[in-house]
């Protein structure tokens, strides 16, 4: 396997791909007055294995489309949809976020968590505008500064990963830019990164080594994923992921 087969089977068995909760998705669907209609269409934009998927499946009512480039993580959702009562028809389609299949103005929702950074948030942000309907939503949670100083390591260390972090003011003037007004923002706590995602993810260390016959490759991406861990810990009062929830106005 080369990297990035070896990193999706690492996060494959997991609920979750990256920080976030149950409680993280109802929250931010609390800011999205959508119509009570059997006809909503929905789309989760980077699904991965689908926890908010299934979450937003059982409160609201009509079609989500999940979207994920991996195939992998779209047979896990498969498996679990079919274990649980859902409002919302599930339908999967392996794809690329920046290339979607949707209609102009044809979606009432779009949803994205932790995986809009893939192609970038101001991009994300313009190009999904196309497919909303007048008055749509566009619910994101985006790797966030939550200070305006900190200290070299952590700064470097991101802008590295991913030169688009910024402050959620920053964040926000760019949604209002790309056509949004903004509803509502709030930023993950510690227990969405450590006991729903984390904890998780260190659990899969050993069965994933197993598999691979402790592969030096294998270790690496161990080793990386333990580095990410730990920078958490030490910097945590510095970033967060920040939950961006937004009106389309124009």
């Avoid at 566009?138 to 790797?143: H, M, Q």
């Amino acid at each position: 396997m080369n990297e990035l087969e070896l990193i999706i089977d690492l996060h494959r068995f997991n609920e979750r791909q990256g920080p976030g909760s149950q409680e993280d998705t109802l929250r931010a669907l609390q800011f999205c007055d959508l119509p009570d209609s059997d006809v909503l269409r929905i789309a989760d934009i980077g699904s991965g294995t689908g926890a908010q998927t299934l979450t937003l499946a059982q409160h609201l009512k009509g079609k989500i489309t999940a979207i994920d480039l991996f195939d992998e993580f779209l047979n896990e959702l498969e498996k679990r949809k079919s274990h649980q009562p859902l409002g919302c028809e599930i339908e999967v389609l392996q794809a690329s976020m920046d290339e979607l299949p949707f209609k102009t103005e044809s979606l009432d929702l779009i949803w994205s968590e932790g995986a809009i950074y893939n192609m970038g948030f101001e991009k994300g942000a313009k190009y999904w505008n196309q497919f909303l309907k007048p008055g749509g939503y566009l619910a994101v949670s985006e790797i966030t500064w939550i200070t305006n100083h900190r200290p070299n390591e952590i700064e470097e260390f991101w802008k590295s990963e991913y030169p688009e972090i910024a402050t959620a003011s920053e964040k926000i003037r760019i949604l209002e830019t790309a056509g949004y007004s903004l509803r509502g923002y709030f930023k993950l706590s510690e227990s969405s990164w450590i006991d729903s995602y984390y904890q998780q993810l260190s659990n899969q260390f050993e069965a994933f080594l197993q598999r691979h016959e402790n592969s030096k490759e294998a270790n690496e991406i161990v080793e990386e994923s333990k580095r990410e861990i730990e920078l958490y810990q030490k910097f945590k009062q510095y970033y967060s992921y920040g939950f961006y929830v937004a009106q389309k106005t124009d």
